[in-house]
């Protein structure tokens, strides 16, 4: 059983940077295509950013630019680094893992998610 465990999160003001990290276990982690989603409060869950098995990267628009995901094959862990951080990325960012997927936006396609862990922008 796969699982997944975020970490990284916490409060920093606007502009600044943090880095996102997603261990994995249980997984065969080269065939996963990986995503990390977020989720404020009252809000719906939306992608963020995804990273396929073979690297292939995409982006939502509203972090392109400011966000870059990538992966370490050797110890089973994504990342997402935070730059540019704006209020509006407040919300509660979570790893998902999709079997040989394409690190696309659908959130029915992740097989695995972690719990999540809280980025929080605010002066």
């Known amino acids: 059983q796969g699982q997944l465990v975020e970490s990284g999160g916490g409060l920093v003001q606007p502009g600044g940077s943090l880095r996102l990290s997603c261990a994995a276990s249980?997984?065969?982690?080269?065939?996963?295509?990986m995503g990390w989603y977020r989720q404020a409060p009252g809000k719906e869950r939306e992608f963020v950013a995804g990273?396929?098995?073979?690297?292939?990267?995409k982006y939502d628009d509203s972090v392109k630019d400011r966000f870059t995901i990538s992966r370490d094959i050797a110890k089973n862990t994504v990342y997402l680094q935070m730059n540019s951080l704006k209020p509006e990325d407040t919300a509660v960012y979570s790893c998902?893992?999709?079997?040989?997927?394409?690190?696309?936006?659908?959130?029915?396609?992740?097989?695995?998610w972690g719990q999540g862990t809280q980025v929080t922008v605010s002066s």
């Open positions: 990273i396929a098995g073979g690297g292939v990267t």
């Open positions: 249980g997984i065969i982690f080269s065939i996963y295509a």
């Open positions: 998902a893992a999709d079997l040989y997927g394409s690190g696309s936006g659908a959130a029915r396609a992740y097989d695995y």
